[in-house]
Every structure is written in C-alpha cells, then in structure tokens.
C-alpha cells in the first residue's frame, strides 16, 4: 500500500522555525513529484511548494519564498519542508501528496495524499 506519512507539526512563537518530514512507504518518491499543501480553517486548501523527482526542480507560493525550503532525502525516502520566519498566518494543516504524472500541479492533480500534520503560529 502507497502511504505519506507527515510528521514535525506543533506550535511556535511568530518568528520560530519548523520542519516538517513526508516519509513514503510502499513506494521511492524519486518517481513522483511531492507537493506541500496547507489548509486553514475556512480557507480552501493551497499548494505551498512541490519537488519534481529526478533534477528536482522545486516551486513555491508567493507568500513562502525566501522563508520555505523543500527538499527530498532518497536515501530515507523522505520530502522535507524547512519553514523559518513564521508568521501567524502559516497557521494550517500541512499536507503532503504526490503525484503520478510527476506534475507540481494543483492539488486535485494530486493522486496520493498523507493525512496531515498541524502547525500553529501564535505568541
């Protein structure tokens, strides 16, 4: 069975750093892009930043550059998103999907997702 498994949610102070780990079991996430995907309460899930596999070219939102990173360990099987300088309102379930097509696409576009880890930014 695929499964994504996120892990390295919880709380911090504005400013503080998280990162967050997409393990993958059942498959090498190397043949698929990943993406990071955040959802807060009573807005509409949106991509954060995705990975292409191979190369790895990756891709951010507007509202994280220069404050995320994304990267992949093959060795571990895992994606990674280092996030610095967070801001309340980073505060989201954070998930991580892959897709087939190996596209860093919309999340509808997304074929296997994990079920999440919770980030809260406050003071």
């Known amino acids: 069975q695929l499964q994504l498994v996120e892990s390295g949610g919880g709380s911090v102070q504005p400013g503080g750093s998280l990162r967050l780990s997409c393990a993958a079991s059942g498959f090498t996430l190397d043949y698929y892009a990943i993406g990071w995907f955040r959802q807060a309460p009573g807005k509409e899930r949106e991509g954060v930043s995705c990975?292409?596999?191979?190369?790895?070219?990756?891709y951010y939102a507007d509202s994280v550059k220069g404050r995320f990173t994304i990267s992949r360990d093959n060795a571990k099987n895992t994606v990674y998103l280092q996030m610095n300088s967070l801001k309340p309102e980073d505060t989201a379930v954070y998930y991580c999907?892959?897709?087939?097509?190996?596209?860093?696409?919309?999340?509808?576009?997304?074929?296997?997702w994990g079920k999440g880890t919770l980030v809260t930014v406050s003071s």
């Open positions: 999907a892959a897709s087939i097509r190996r596209l860093c696409s919309q999340a509808r576009d997304m074929d296997y």
């Open positions: 990975i292409r596999p191979g190369v790895g070219s990756s």
